[in-house]
Every structure is written in C-alpha cells, then in structure tokens.
C-alpha cells in the first residue's frame, strides 16, 4: 500500500487517524470484527474509532491498530514521540478495552519504532510480543505480581523459542524483546520481595540488551538493575550500575537519561548515608529536567517524561532513608502520591518515615496503615517489607494504640 499519497496521506494530516486506521484495514481485506479482535475491541469500538474524525484519541489503540495493519506510526501520530491531540479519558469503554492489545502513551513511540514490515514475518513476530510485554506491564497497576508470574514466565519461554528457530540476522531485534520481557519479571519479582531473582531476571535483561547490540536499552536496564539495588540499601552496587548506565550511552545523553539516572545515584548516596552527595545528585536531576526540552519522548520503554515532581518524589526517597524529616515533608505530598495503587503505596510509606523521623508518631502510622491496605489488597512482599522496616525505625518500650493496631497487622502476615 502506499502511506505517503492519495487518502491515506490526506486523512493523517487532518489528524483523522480513525480514517487511516479504516483505509488501512479495508486494503488489507479486514473486517471491523477482525480487527477488534485482533487488539481487544469490540466491533462497535473499532466502528466509533474510524468515525472519530480529529477528535481525541487513545493512544493504546493507535499503537494497537497501528502495529497490527503495519501503518508506520508517523501516520497515526505516534512516530518521534508526537502523540495525538489528547488522551482519551480512562473512563472511556474503548480505552478499558485495550488492555491486552495496546501500550501505554508513553510506551507507543518506542514499541512503534519496531513496528513491523510487512515482508518481514519475524518482526511482526517482534513487535506483537513487544505488546504483549506491555499489556502485561500495565496490568501490574491493577492485578498482583504473584497473578502476573507466571504469565510472565510463559511469554518468555515463548519468546525463547522464537528466538531459537529465528535466523542470525532476525536475532537481535527478538533478543531486545527478550530484554524487555525479563526486565518485567525482575520487576514482578521485585514487588513480590523475592531479590534473588529480581537480580536474575534484571541480570538477564542487560545481558539480552547488549545482544540486541542496543545501547540505550543497555543503559536502561543497568538503570533499572541500580534503581533495585538503590532501594534495596546497596548504594556501591548502585553507584557501579549507573555508571555503567552513562557509560553505555556514551556522550549522546538525552537529557531525560541524565535526570532518571541523576536521581537513581541520589538515592544510592542516601542509601550510603551520604546527605551531602544525595543532595548534589538530586540538584542534578533537577538541572537536567530543567534543561529537557517541552517535547522531548522518553528514550527509553516504560519509561514516562521525567518531570520536577519525579525529582520531588526522589528526594522524598531520600529523606525517608536519610531520616531527614525536612526533605520529605518540605515537599508537596499529596501532589506526589500518584500513579497506580502500589506505586502511591511505597510513597506514602516514605512520607510516613518522614513523619516518624519528625517524632508524628500518629500521624506517621495513619499514613503506613493505608499503605500496608494496599500492599495487603494486591499482595506485595515489597509493600509489607517496607512497611517493616518503617516500624523498625521506632525503638520503644511503650508504643501507642496505633503503633499496637499496627504492629497486630503485621503480625502473621504471609504473602
């Protein structure tokens, strides 16, 4: 087919991308059924997508759409990081729909920079387990890791298999799937509070990284593999890891790298105990958000813009680690809780250490029992082992009723 003339061409630069989408199908032969079962929409949804006009629109579905009828993803707004007019809302019936089938907003330019050629079987093969790896990445914000294991498992070992019977030159582009995929599991693993094979799986995603021949996957999942180990109080592995990160991107470092990885070394200093590098590595990250231009994409998968309030919530990470009360309650803590339920969980559990280390017993606990809710609810070894370590910081013989409540959940949890 030919994307750069006639309608196709025309309805792109109108933003009717529902119509790029209709004209695509049609020469392909594809009913609107086949295609909404093909990405996890009813036929009607794909009927109200190609009438949308330049409306808004969901990403997930274009970047659904988009790699299943092969439409180079400039054609939809998705290439280079420009993304649509708006979101559409997460209420939305078509948007719930897409949970197996599409990848988040800030996945869509990555995963679609893959997309497939179509005289190219293997990777179509690779950018449909790529979104599988993403449709498993974003049911982690609502179903617990323990579910998702498995699951996970199993899309490696097929992905594995594929990558057995592919040809040398098909290898590389599988090995990189195969490193987004096991950074997954080792952060499944990680949320289950099982460290030993979070190193593995994190291990084995730089490994496949390289193999890719891929030097910004590479530097994220070192990254990665420093943020884990950061939270886990090894600040020396972490300092090794992120200088491993900026060493595999080389001079071009976009400036959202250096923020991320800028922030990740605040928190291995604090983890050292180190105030005043913690403090020098977070100035850092904040100069480098300051000078990231407005519509940078994120380099990397998974990976959302780094913005202030990311440097704010680090230094938050920080205080609670530091036992500096100033850091994390200086900060606007309620505009910092976000994202999914287990991520708000780990930082409400940081401003909770922060209250404790500014001796607001009460207030401190009020905040980790509504943690230890969620970590409870969705069954995370990483939550409730935090929420431990939290009430370790309190040495007293005579704990309050709180305290007491407390300590009687904790008690015989087994997850």
């Known amino acids: 087919m030919d994307w750069q003339s006639g309608p196709i061409r025309d309805a792109s630069r109108e933003g009717d991308y529902g119509r790029v989408v209709a004209l695509a199908r049609e020469d392909q032969r594809m009913t609107q059924t086949q295609l909404g079962e093909s990405i996890g929409l009813s036929q009607s949804a794909v009927s109200r997508l190609e009438k949308r006009g330049s409306g808004t629109y969901s990403t997930d579905v274009l970047a659904a759409a988009a790699a299943h009828l092969r439409i180079p993803p400039a054609l939809v707004g998705l290439a280079d990081g420009r993304m649509p007019q708006a979101q559409a809302r997460d209420d939305d019936p078509m948007h719930r729909r897409t949970i197996l089938g599409g990848a988040v907003a800030a996945m869509a330019a990555p995963i679609l920079a893959a997309a497939p050629d179509p005289h190219d079987p293997t990777g179509g093969q690779a950018a449909a387990l790529r979104l599988s790896t993403s449709a498993y990445r974003r049911l982690d914000g609502s179903t617990p890791s323990r579910d998702l294991s498995e699951p996970v498992h199993t899309h490696l070992r097929l992905i594995q298999t594929i990558t057995h019977h592919a040809s040398e030159s098909d290898r590389p582009r599988l ?30 995603a730089i490994k496949a990284a390289r193999s890719a021949g891929d030097p910004l996957l590479t530097a994220y999942q070192a990254g990665s593999l420093a943020q884990f180990e950061a939270y886990s109080g090894n600040g020396v592995q972490a300092l090794n890891l992120t200088t491993r990160a900026r060493r595999a991107l080389g001079d071009r470092r976009p400036a959202v790298a250096n923020a991320w990885l800028s922030s990740v070394e605040a928190l291995a200093h604090a983890a050292a105990g180190d105030r005043r590098r913690a403090d020098h590595a977070l100035t850092a990250s904040r100069a480098a958000v300051a000078t990231r231009p407005t519509e940078e994409p994120p380099p990397w ?11 704010s919530a680090a230094r938050v990470a920080c205080g609670a680690r530091l036992g500096l009360p100033d850091w994390v309650l200086s900060e606007d803590t309620e505009a910092l809780t976000t994202g999914h339920a287990k991520q708000r969980a780990l930082i409400v559990l940081d401003i909770a250490a922060g209250h404790l280390a500014g001796g607001r017993v009460e207030a401190a606990f009020a905040h980790a029992s509504r943690a230890l809710d969620t970590g409870l609810k969705y069954r995370s070894g990483r939550i409730v082992e935090r929420a431990r370590q939290v009430r370790r910081t309190l040495t007293t013989n005579t704990p309050p009723k709180v305290v007491r409540d407390f300590d009687e959940r904790l008690h015989g949890v087994y997850l």
Not at 188 to 204: E, I, P, Q
Not at 304 to 310: D, L
């Open 301 to 311: 998968p998974w990976v959302f813009t780094f913005t202030e309030a990311k440097v």
């Open 175 to 204: 090995a990189a799937v195969a490193s987004e995929a096991a950074s997954l599991a080792g952060w499944l693993s990680w949320d289950m509070d099982d460290n030993g094979s979070a190193r593995t799986w994190y291990g084995t």
